[in-house]
């Protein structure tokens, strides 16, 4: 009983972190329809300058921070000095994207080495909670109520904010949000830019919950890709109950077929698109 | 009943929460040349793509030379003898023109299966091709692409590709729409000038051309049919003044 | 044939389009590189030029690295001179597939015209590489990393291999969890694949013949970003959980092991602790017992020699490459002049050497036999490292069977699974 | 008033002094090159059988790993367990690519653009899962290793031998990929891509013809997978990896994917690059990102759209005001002005 809520809760857990990862693509992806492979280059970058901050004896929360702006500024300067000639055309956002992944994740490996490194736990949450029998890890809980807590947080400043407002519109009707007199280049660069930030905070709390290592950018990136289809592009309550099924899914699958654990996963994933294009939650697609 | 080329009973198409048509019933006598009218978005090209199939209704049903053919998908409706254009000028842009004419035609024999050898050397296509082109006087064009085409040019290859396969039945999705008034004149001589033995049913929002070339007009408005009759009947229908006026104050 | 054939060459050349060529950046190979190295250094015998193959790039370009790192000090230890021979150098970037591994290859022995080819971490990529080395290009290949069971299972081959066989390492540790530490019921926790399975074949065997049952056995794949699922399904009526997991999954596994409160004590694969993931393993690798043959704790004038010439502490990668250079020089040593390939593929036989990990020989097969310590990581002066609990001398691949029983086995892949049954 | 002009005179002298080129390369240069331009042809293959989805389909597929490491896979399994002569392993590697394909096909019936991306991604994934745990038959991550030439006959087994096998092999499969794609069949594959509703108002079973692509492309890929294969000597997961579907992609975009050797040239030019840079250096990954990079902003339409682009401009300055009334410039003036919104 109690091992079936572990890997229940546990699953969610995990589930937490693909959202975690997948929130920033949400946002870029689902949102602005830019195609950016190089989110975990920037998972990696906040990972990465966190762990080296934090090692040096930075407060944790200061090298949390400098990580965020670290990738939201080179997430900008990405869409600053690239992405934004690309408007629309996804095919060269993908070989774009995928050129800054190889480059950063190239130049980490060249910086830092091969060896697996680990930002540290968030200071006050090492250790399991031990609620009777039951025993769980404490960091992995919090990171749940992160995960819902994000949502909300985004789900409504995308919704009830004058910013959220601005954003739709130029996401919807570039032409029009103009028109109103919508600065549209400054708000797609400021949401690209959260994007990678938010990619960066996955990467330092990611990094704590799995390690880092320059190939597992594009590890997290394809489980973010999943997560972020299956919710349904722009949808965040999607890619939040996408990432809870797909945690779960998940852990039932390594639990119960552990050898079949990629295939159950992917061909899952395959079979929702081929029937349901537009994911669990996204809007039916006209044609 | 088989006295109708094309009929559409009781179709319903909804999208959402939003009804395109409404229990629309128009029924196109062998021959006839039929115009729908009616404001923006009164459902004139969901109706359109109901009979040609690329939707399938809600609900109601369309027949076909007197075949039950609402779950008959487009290629096959084509086949039977549809032919039809769109409202946006929908060419294979990127090849030549010859080859929009041969593709069309090789549609029609078992030309289309051919894997081995080019299309241009399949069979008489080439001929037959040529032969297109020239009546409708798109021969000095063959060899371009379709988007270097002028716009007149395309409503004009689109009508021949319809042609090009005997149809039967066809539907012509704004013919002069976005057309200067010298091609609209062309196309619009096109048009009438085609035998009384084709079925013609046209959107046309330009109420003069619509009125010229039909025998009968019916208006939609809201998706719902809300006239129908000659020409001059429906000119004279007060509903049909009300739905356009109010077009017009709204613009 | 030959009448024309600078005619031939002369006149296509002329009027080719050599597009090929141009893409290839019209690269004259005379113009690249000599192999780098110590281009100073001359030997009284000659010269050698080695082919180093090893990731640059990839999921293992920081092992390839540190073998790398280990081969370059110990010929900067001799001044690039390995028994009276200049060393020159030629590196190449083995990369993430066997497409790669083998072009780089080719590169090393037909253009550098290597004459020895040491390296590989993959093992996908060796099984694709040592063919070409023994039936085109005739040139031996001294295997650094990759551990496939299966690269040294062939006799009079032209392939030697330094570093353990997947299950090598372990075959010592199952004796010692069963008798020594007294545990009789072993989980099996570990990578699903074949690095995975022969290294836990090969504990599971000893451990059984020496007496004590495995009594589960888990396997996750590779990149498994979470073990809570499996970490939680260990039984926990057993004694001991034998953990097999190198690089990053090793981290994740010992993390999770320890944030859900498992509290079986662990016997591992040393790979699941070695030298370049333990620091960030932490606490959560503390009181781990495993077997490998190598740790930096050796007490030994050769292994305070690597650790003195390294500058990142010892770790078995840097053995490996350092104990290449000393089982090259130990062949060179044996040859007077002119080292074709087929004189060090002779040499590399009989090569006996005392490398940090202790005294190393080839067996029949050229893999290498070599003692394996059993380390516990503990603290020591604020860091965590493999302290040896006890060593067991002249281990080979086949562990203390006999060769021909050994090969007798079916696969480790065919097997797993069936030791907890 | 096409004979042999001046023009057609060099386009053929070219084409000969290239077939020569190609024949010859191997007593023109070493070893070493032959195999990487072995490499090249059968990457080339590839790339070209990945263009009738993707440029000449207009289905942007990021799954042809998957029919790449099946006809690989195809090899390794037939000749070590059942000692299939190349006779045998090609045919089946072609139908189990097709088929394969044919499935990619049927399932991304109903998506377009980034959708099926994602879609064949994850088919790919599921296959690459698939041949990583079927380790009974795939040897798992180690793959299949040893795989005997001997089948072959001994005079194309190795090196230049073997290059020659490559380029027939090679130059037939383009030379039916190039007659398929100018066929009813192929050109009715483009109208699909250029207007799916027109092509079924046509009479066109649309659906069947993405299908037909993706089986046609998927066939010759797993040739190209069997060759790369047999070159190798062994095969895995690696042949699988999402990164070749990646890779093959920008092939085609870097090469022009709107012409028929554009993704042939892409190959060889980034497989020629990989090599040469990592000769030099360890960061040749950077450099690779660098490249691709600057394809997406400047070369979208690749080296050849490029290319031609730059010779219809040097053409018209040419025939300046003097051209003939073909030219037609006024045409063109009205398109954008007139076309509907």
Redesign the interface.
């Given at each position: 009983m109690l091992t079936w809520l572990t890997h229940s809760v546990n699953g969610l857990a995990y589930g937490s972190l693909l959202f975690l990862v997948a929130s920033g693509l949400t946002i870029t992806f689902g949102l602005m329809r830019t195609v950016n492979l190089a989110h975990g280059a920037f998972y990696l970058i906040g990972g990465y300058l966190a762990y080296d901050l934090a090692t040096d004896g930075t407060d944790y929360w200061l090298a949390l921070l400098a990580g965020v702006v670290a990738a939201a500024i080179g997430g900008m300067i990405v869409e600053r000095a690239f992405l934004h000639r690309l408007a629309g055309r996804e095919l060269p956002q993908i070989v774009l994207t995928l050129g800054v992944a190889y480059i950063i994740g190239d130049q980490i490996l060249a910086n830092y080495g091969g060896d697996p490194v680990a930002p540290p736990t968030p200071p006050g949450l090492e250790g399991p909670v031990t609620i009777g029998d039951w025993i769980f890890p404490k960091f992995r809980l919090v990171m749940i109520g992160v995960a819902i807590g994000l949502a909300l947080v985004v789900g409504a400043l995308l919704k009830y904010t004058p910013t959220g407002a601005k954003v739709r519109a130029a996401v919807d009707d570039e032409e029009i949000a103009r028109a109103v007199g919508i600065r549209v280049p400054l708000v797609f660069l400021l949401v690209f830019g959260c994007g990678t930030g938010l990619a960066a905070f996955a990467g330092v709390w990611g990094g704590a919950f799995t390690s880092l290592a320059p190939e597992s950018g594009f590890e997290v990136l394809l489980l973010a890709l999943i997560v972020v289809v299956v919710g349904g592009l722009g949808s965040i309550g999607g890619a939040l109950t996408a990432a809870f099924i797909v945690g779960l899914v998940d852990q039932y699958g390594k639990v119960w077929f552990p050898e079949w654990a990629l295939f159950t996963l992917y061909a899952s994933v395959a079979a929702l698109l081929a029937v349901r294009p537009s994911g669990l939650f996204g809007k039916a697609v006209f044609r | 009943m088989t006295d109708y080329a094309i009929a559409g009973r009781n179709l319903t198409m909804q999208?959402?929460t939003f009804r395109a048509n409404d229990d629309i019933t128009l029924a196109v006598p062998a021959g006839e040349r039929r115009a729908l009218i009616g404001p923006n978005g009164a459902g004139k090209s969901t109706l359109f793509n109901l009979l040609?199939?690329?939707l399938r209704p809600t609900s109601g049903t369309v027949t076909l030379l007197g075949r039950d053919v609402t779950r008959v998908?487009?290629?096959?409706r084509?086949?039977l003898g549809l032919?039809?254009t769109?409202q946006?000028?929908?060419?294979?842009?990127?090849?030549t023109v010859r080859?929009n004419v041969?593709?069309?035609l090789?549609?029609?024999s078992s030309?289309?299966?051919?894997?081995?050898?080019?299309?241009g050397s399949?069979g008489t296509?080439a001929a037959e091709a040529d032969a297109v082109l020239a009546q409708w006087d798109l021969g000095?064009f063959g060899d371009r692409l379709v988007?270097?085409?002028?716009?007149?040019?395309q409503r004009i290859l689109e009508i021949a590709?319809a042609m090009s396969?005997n149809p039967q039945v066809l539907l012509l999705d704004e013919p002069t729409?976005?057309?200067?008034p010298a091609d609209a004149r062309k196309l619009t001589g096109l048009v009438a000038a085609l035998p009384r033995t084709i079925t013609v049913v046209m959107i046309e929002h330009d109420m003069e051309v619509a009125f010229t070339l039909s025998d009968q007009v019916s208006v939609l408005q809201q998706g719902r049919v809300i006239a129908a009759g000659t020409p001059d009947e429906v000119a004279t229908d007060n509903r049909v003044l009300e739905a356009y006026l109010g077009e017009a104050a709204d613009a | 044939m030959q009448f024309d054939m600078a005619k031939v060459r002369a006149a296509a050349a002329a009027g080719a389009v050599l597009l090929l060529v141009a893409a290839c950046g019209g690269k004259d190979p005379s113009a690249k590189g000599a192999p780098d190295g110590d281009s100073k250094a001359t030997g009284s015998k000659g010269s050698v030029t080695v082919g180093l193959l090893n990731p640059a790039t990839g999921p293992f370009a920081a092992l390839g690295t540190d073998v790398n790192a280990g081969f370059e000090a110990y010929l900067k230890s001799k001044g690039g001179v390995l028994s009276g021979y200049a060393i020159k150098v030629a590196k190449a970037d083995e990369g993430t597939d066997a497409a790669q591994g083998t072009t780089k290859a080719r590169q090393l022995v037909e253009q550098d015209k290597a004459q020895i080819v040491i390296g590989l971490v993959n093992s996908a990529i060796a099984y694709a590489v040592a063919p070409y080395m023994e039936d085109t290009a005739k040139v031996p290949l001294l295997i650094t990393v990759a551990g496939a069971d299966g690269l040294t299972r062939k006799q009079n081959g032209n392939t030697f291999r330094l570093s353990y066989t997947s299950s090598q390492d372990s075959m010592p540790l199952g004796p010692y969890t069963c008798k020594d530490m007294g545990k009789q019921k072993a989980v099996v926790l570990g990578l699903d694949y074949s690095f995975g399975w022969e290294a836990a074949g090969g504990f599971a065997r000893t451990y059984e013949d020496a007496g004590c049952q495995v009594v589960q056995e888990i396997y996750a794949p590779l990149g498994t970003q979470d073990w809570g699922p499996y970490v939680n399904q260990v039984k926990k009526d057993a004694d001991v959980v034998y953990v097999v997991a190198p690089g990053q999954d090793g981290v994740r596994l010992l993390k999770a092991y320890r944030d859900f409160g498992v509290k079986l004590p662990i016997v591992a694969h040393g790979a699941t602790v070695d030298e370049t993931i333990l620091a960030t393993e932490g606490s959560s690798a503390d009181g781990v017992i495993s077997s490998l043959h190598y740790t930096p704790q050796i007490d030994s004038p050769q292994n305070k020699a690597l650790l003195d010439a390294a500058d990142k502490g010892g770790n078995q990668y840097l053995e490996d490459g350092w104990a290449a250079g000393m089982t090259l020089e130990a062949a060179l040593a044996t040859i007077d002049s002119d080292p074709t390939p087929d004189k060090i593929r002779a040499a590399l036989a009989g090569v006996k050497i005392e490398a940090p990990r202790g005294p190393l020989s080839f067996d029949a097969y050229g893999q290498a036999v070599y003692p394996v310590y059993i380390r516990k990581v503990e603290e020591k002066d604020g860091k965590r490292v493999n302290s040896i609990l006890t060593s067991v001398p002249n281990v080979s691949q086949f562990g203390t069977y006999d060769p021909a029983t050994y090969l007798g086995f079916p696969g480790y892949e065919k097997l797993k699974g069936s030791w907890s049954k | 008033m096409r004979g042999l002009s001046t023009g057609r005179l060099t386009a053929l002298a070219a084409g000969l002094a290239a077939v020569a080129g190609l024949v010859l390369l191997p007593f023109l240069t070493d070893s070493f090159y032959t195999f990487v331009a072995t490499r090249m042809l059968l990457l080339g293959l590839f790339a070209t059988a990945y263009n009738a989805v993707f440029g000449f389909g207009g289905m942007a597929s990021l799954g042809h790993a998957a029919f790449y490491g099946i006809g690989g896979y195809s090899v390794g399994i037939g000749v070590t367990r059942w000692d299939w002569p190349p006779l045998v392993v090609l045919p089946v590697a072609i139908v189990l690519g097709a088929a394969a394909a044919a499935v990619f096909g049927i399932m991304c019936l109903r998506v377009r653009g980034i959708y099926l991306l994602l879609l064949t991604l994850a088919l790919a994934q599921a296959i690459a899962g698939l041949a990583f745990y079927q380790t009974e038959w795939t040897g798992g991550d180690n793959g299949i290793p040893s795989i005997s030439r001997d089948g072959l006959p001994s005079a194309v087994r190795e090196g230049d031998g073997f290059y020659w096998l490559s380029l027939g092999v090679v130059a037939v499969c383009v030379a039916l990929l190039w007659m398929y794609q100018r066929s009813p069949l192929g050109m009715s594959v483009v109208g699909v891509r250029e207007s799916e509703a027109r092509m079924s108002a046509t009479g066109y079973r649309t659906g069947r013809l993405r299908i037909i692509a993706f089986t046609v492309s998927g066939a010759f890929a797993a040739v190209a997978g069997v060759m790369e294969v047999y070159l190798q000597g062994s095969v895995s997961t690696a042949n699988m990896h999402w990164q070749i579907s990646a890779e093959v992609l920008v092939f085609a975009i870097l090469g022009g994917a709107r012409h028929f050797l554009g993704p042939f040239l892409g190959a060889v030019m980034v497989t020629g690059l990989e090599v040469w840079v990592s000769t030099y250096t360890d960061r040749w990954m950077t450099v690779l990102g660098i490249v691709y990079i600057a394809t997406a902003l400047f070369l979208a339409d690749g080296v050849l759209g490029r290319a031609g682009w730059a010779v219809r401009r040097a053409k018209d300055l040419r025939a300046g005001p003097a051209a003939a009334p073909a030219a037609a410039p006024k045409d063109r003036t009205e398109l954008p002005a007139e076309a509907p919104a």
């Open positions: - | 999208f959402g040609a199939g690329q998908p487009a290629h096959r084509a086949r032919a039809r769109f946006l000028t929908d060419l294979l842009d990127e090849l080859e041969q593709l069309t090789a549609a029609q030309a289309h299966r051919v894997f081995w050898r080019p299309l399949v296509l000095d988007r270097e085409l002028a716009y007149g040019q590709l396969r729409a976005g057309l200067s | - | -």
